[in-house]
Structures are given as C-alpha cells and as structure tokens.
C-alpha cells in the first residue's frame, strides 16, 4: 500500500455530460445481426437460373423416361418386321437431348452452389471479425476457420441435393405411373421391395447428421490446435517440444478418426441396403413376370420394357437415398453455421441509428470510475473498483507489476471488453455513449505483439485513417521511426505485402506500428509495451516520437521500463487489479512504497 491515501483526484467526479445511472449497460442484441441460412431463401437468388436448371433437369428425365417406350417400339418392330430406323433415330435423339440437358442443368446448379457457398463464407467471415474479442479466444481460431472452410463446403453441396431430391422422386413416380400402365402386379411388387428399403436407409440417414456435427467439431478441435502449435512453433522448436506438440495432435486425430469411422459404418450401409434391395426387388420381378409371361397375361416386349423401367429406376431411388445422406450433412453444417451467425456482435444493435457525441472541451481523455471486470474462466478480478483519469493531452504511464491490469484497462478504454461494473468514460462522455466505429475512430492502439494484416506496408500504415495518406506523409513517419531504409529494401517497397515471405523483424513490425500511430487521425493513443523489442537507440528515438504525440493527444502507454516512467507527465500504479496511487514520477517516489519498490526493483537490474 501507499505510505499515504491516493490523492483525491486518482477518482474524479463524474462529468456532467454521463453519469453511471444515466446510461445503463445495452443488452445483447436479441436476434442475429446477421440474417440466418435459409436453403430456400438462398435457392431463390437466382431464379431465372434455378429455373433453367430445373427445366433442363425435367427435360432429362423426360428424355429418360422415353428410352425403355422406344425400346418397347423397336421390339415391337423387329417382331413385325418392320424398318428399325426410326426408332433408333428417335432413341439417340433421346439420348442426346437427355445427355445434354444434364450437363447444362448440372452446370448451372454448380454455378448457385458456388454463389451460395461465397454468400456463406463471405458473411460467416464478415461476422467472425465483428465478434467480441472474448468470443473469438473462447470459440478458438481454427473452429471458427472449420465454419468458414468445410461447413461452409459441405452447405454449399446442398443446393444439387435439393435438386436432385425432388427431380429424382418425381423421376421415381413418373417410372411408376409408366410401370402401372405396363403392368400394375409387377408395379405393385416392385413398390414394396422399394418401400422397405426406403424405411432402412431413412433410418440410417437419420443417425448420419448427428455423425457429421461430431466430425465437424472435431475437424475445427484439431484445426485450432495446430493453428496454435504453429503459432508457437518456435517455442516448440526451441524446447524440443515436437513430441509433446505430436501427441497431443495424435489425440486429437484419434478422436477425429473414430467419429469418421462411425460415420463410415454408417455410409457404407447405404450403398449396401441399396444394392440388396434393388437385387430383392429384381429377383420379385423376374419371378413374378415369369409366371406371367407364362400365364400369358404379359407380352415380352412389355416384359423388356417393364425391366428396362425397374432399371431405371435403381439410380433414382439410389440418388433419393444418397441424397437424403448428403441433405442431413447439409443440414448439420447450417446448423453450425447458423450458431456462429447467432452469436452477438460487439456493436450494439442501435449503433447505426446513433450519432456520436461531441468530446467535451475540458474533460479528460479517459476517466475511470470504480472499474471492475473478471475474465471468463477466472475467479479474481482482472481489475477491481479501478478509479483514475488521463488527461486531455500529456503521456501518462500505466505501471505495475506482472497481473495488475494494466492490458485489461487499457482494452477497456478501447471497449474490447466491457466492465462488468463501474463506468468508463472517454472525451467526456460515457464509453456506452459512443457507437463503437466513432469511439474507436478517436483512438490509435498498438497492441503487445505489433500485430500488422497480411496487407501491403501502405495499407498497414494507414489503418483506421479516415483519408488515404499521400507519399510525402508516408515517408515522413517512416522517417521518423527509423525505418525508410527498411521499407525500401523490400521487393516492392510501400506496396510488399507483409507477411509469409516478407515479414519484418519483431523491433520492424513494432515501429511500423508506431509510424501507423503517428499517421492516426486519433485523439487517444494506446500503447501497450511498446519499449519492449527496441534497442537503446531506438527507445530515445520513441521517446522522441511519443513526445511529439503527447504535445496534440492523450498518450497511454502501458511500461514497465524506467525510462519511460521516468519522462511521464502522469503515472499510474496499479497492483492486484487496483489503483494504488497516481502522480508524477518524483511524487510518487516520494510518497508510494510499491512505486519505490518497482523502480528499485528495476534499477538494481539495470
């Protein structure tokens, strides 16, 4: 504890302009933001097209369903002896028709399946970024990436499914009222041989959607581990931890391997029973038309035809059956799809409708009151009844030890997380106020990793800015930061695309995110650690930069080296996610025993 109480403006009065009580917390939103997958709704974007590949589809199966009567005329006409020609003209011209429309009508549900598929994966990612940040860790960014990838895929199949389900029983019963005219005893023999086989394999299809939801879980469990373990890899590589890293992989691919194994007894049961139902219902047929023939009541040309319909047939119901199988994984993966879409964006439903707040001229940048907030999973708060306020303009230092909550109050400030009590307010005004665009808008953050997009140096220079910067800005914050020569040693100087093959250094990518903040539009500049990976020549020259900051802005900057405390306008204590006293430096070595701690603690290993 301090030798003496915080000053009594570590805990400003509330503003005039938002007081806790007056602006209460938002709710989640109720519903998506995002709309839900519908397979109809998406069925219906096109509709010229869907309606084109359906037409071509009934057009094949018409032609199908002409060849076993053309075939039933050619028999007919060789046992009367007449021209052959006509009839064999009539079935290629068949076969032609249907081939053709088949391909066509294939093709152009390919096209609706591809632009559903975009549709999903373009709205599924667009709704992963605007999640909460406590969201994305908890769900894992290789679960997420499943949704995206495969779940996306397997919805995208669906659209041929929902084709071919309806084409192949309208096939099924078009066959049948032929088979009827033909002979209705055959029909009604061939009829229950299908039916039974029809209960097997609804049975079995039900029992294959729960299946694909387990494979998908444990496709995105593996895909978030080793997306982790790459991250890491270094970590790994440097403390031999390949064989630890291999085994628990190991374990998650077992578990991935039994479900697909489940899912594999079960497919292979499909085309089984369809075999040997269509095998049973061949065997009926033939017995049963036999003893018609004999009997007289069946003439074998429409006994040929009969077997070329029952022939026919098998695909049909074949397609109805597989299908049913592809339509339950369909199904499962909108499921998903539709729970990731669910979940609430960080913005708050009326954001849109909202019109930020002007900053007040005379209030602080940002002002604490009584912040508490606990991570998910954690029993002691992160930050607990935290009171202080930052000036308008100036650097004010955040220090502490190792888990005082220093990170979590500076991602409060950019409302990456919300307190679960107390209230923050920025320029004045409730952080609640601000639809969150505007408020981020007036900030510039660099976080603890110099975290830069798989983007071109320019466009990471430029982000949040309102307009684009021209070539003069660009190369005077380069300058600044000391890394002009750096840029233009890269193949394509501005415009290289950071990442993969060509990636800065970790000292790189830390001014390259200082250089992005001087380039801000912002009000508020975040810094968290930013002295970290720089060298001694390069802190003077951050010093330097942050200097120039703090003349215009309010500049926070969460440290833990001496230097940058020393130089502070403003310096935050906190310990055990509490404030524990705020002043200058010489103040609060004068009058704080845990600052004079730190900063002897630092200096005797200096």
Same mark, same amino acid.
């Given at each position: ?6 000053? !009594?403006?570590?805990?400003?009065? +509330? ?42 589809? &009934? ?9 076993? $009567? ?14 052959? !020609? ?14 053709? !429309?088949? =391909? ?16 999903? *994966? ?19 960014? #290789? ?7 495969? @779940? ?8 041929? &499914? ?5 084409l192949a029983a309208l096939s099924v019963l078009? %066959? ?6 033909? @002979? ?20 079995? %299809? ?6 694909? /939801? ?6 995105? *469990? ?20 390949? +064989? ?70 098998? +695909? ?18 909108? @499921?998903?799809?539709? @729970?990731?879409?669910? $979940? ?48 308008? %303009? ?6 502490? +030890? ?52 798989? =983007? ?7 982000? #949040? ?70 060298? #001694? $020549? ?25 230097? /940058? ?11 055990? #996610? ?18 004079? =701690?730190?900063?002897?603690?630092q200096t005797s290993h200096r």
């Amino acid at each position: 504890m301090a030798d003496r109480p915080a000053p !009594a403006n570590t805990a400003p009065a +509330p503003a005039p302009e938002a007081t806790p009580e007056a602006i209460a917390e938002p709710a989640p939103a109720p519903g998506p933001r995002t709309p839900r997958v519908r397979l109809r709704r998406e069925l219906a974007v096109h509709p010229v097209r869907l309606a084109a590949a359906l037409a071509l589809a &009934v057009l094949a199966t018409a032609a199908a369903l002409a060849l076993p $009567l053309l075939v039933r005329r050619i028999v007919g006409d060789f046992s009367g002896h007449r021209s052959l !020609a006509p009839g064999l003209l009539m079935m290629a011209a068949a076969a032609l028709t249907g081939a053709a !429309a088949q =391909a066509l009508s294939g093709f152009q549900l390919a096209r609706i399946g591809e632009g559903m598929t975009f549709r999903l *994966r373009t709205a599924l990612m667009a709704h992963a970024l605007r999640l909460p940040l406590p969201v994305v860790r908890a769900r894992g960014t #290789g679960e997420l990436a499943a949704r995206v990838t495969s @779940d996306a895929q397997l919805l995208g199949q669906v659209v041929e &499914v929902a084709m071919q389900l309806p084409l192949a029983a309208l096939s099924v019963l078009a %066959t049948l009222a032929v088979m009827v005219w033909i @002979d209705w005893v055959l029909t009604a023999v061939t009829v229950a041989a299908l039916a039974l086989l029809t209960g097997l394999v609804l049975v079995i %299809t039900r029992r294959m959607r729960a299946n694909v /939801t387990g494979q998908q879980d444990a496709v995105g *469990r593996i895909a978030q581990r080793f997306t982790a373990d790459l991250e890491a890899l270094t970590t790994i590589k440097a403390y031999r931890a390949e +064989p630890l890293a291999d085994r628990v992989l190991a374990e998650d691919a077992e578990h991935l391997r039994a479900v697909s194994l489940t899912g594999a007894r079960l497919g292979a049961l499909v085309p089984a029973v369809l075999t040997l139902g269509n095998q049973f219902a061949m065997i009926a047929v033939i017995v049963t038309g036999g003893a018609r023939l004999a009997a007289g009541g069946l003439t074998v040309a429409a006994f040929a035809a009969f077997l070329l319909y029952l022939l026919q047939t098998v +695909p049909s119901v074949n397609t109805l059956a597989t299908g049913f199988g592809r339509l339950q994984a369909g199904l499962a993966a909108r @499921d998903r799809c539709n @729970d990731l879409l669910a $979940l609430p964006p960080e913005a708050d439903p009326d954001d849109a409708d909202r019109t930020a707040p002007t900053p007040a001229p005379d209030a602080p940048a940002v002002v604490f009151r009584t912040v508490s907030y606990t991570h998910t999973g954690t029993r002691r708060a992160a930050l607990s009844a935290a009171s202080f306020s930052v000036p308008r %303009t100036g650097l004010t230092a955040v220090v502490g +030890p190792s888990g005082a909550g220093k990170s979590t109050a500076l991602a409060l400030v950019g409302r990456f997380l919300r307190p679960g009590a107390g209230s923050v307010s920025v320029l004045g005004h409730d952080i609640r106020a601000w639809p969150l665009g505007a408020l981020r808008a007036r900030m510039a953050y660099v976080d603890q990793e110099f975290t830069l997009l798989e =983007a071109s140096a320019r466009d990471n220079l430029q982000l #949040g800015r309102a307009g684009a910067a021209d070539e003069r800005e660009l190369a005077r914050a380069l300058a600044t930061v000391g890394l002009a020569e750096d840029v233009q040693r890269l193949p394509h100087g501005l415009d290289t695309v950071l990442g993969r093959e060509f990636d800065l250094s970790g000292g790189q990518r830390q001014r390259m995110a200082l250089a992005r903040a001087l380039l801000a539009d912002a009000d508020i500049v975040l810094l968290d650690e930013p002295t970290s990976q720089l060298d #001694g $020549l390069n802190e003077l020259r951050f010093r330097e930069i942050v200097d120039r900051l703090a003349r215009r802005r309010a500049v926070v900057v969460v440290a833990h080296r001496l230097t /940058t405390v020393q130089h502070a306008d403003h310096v935050i204590m906190m310990d055990r #996610g509490a404030v524990v006293d705020a002043a200058d430096h010489p103040t609060l070595l004068a009058r704080c025993a845990p600052y004079r =701690a730190l900063v002897s603690s630092q200096t005797s290993h200096r």
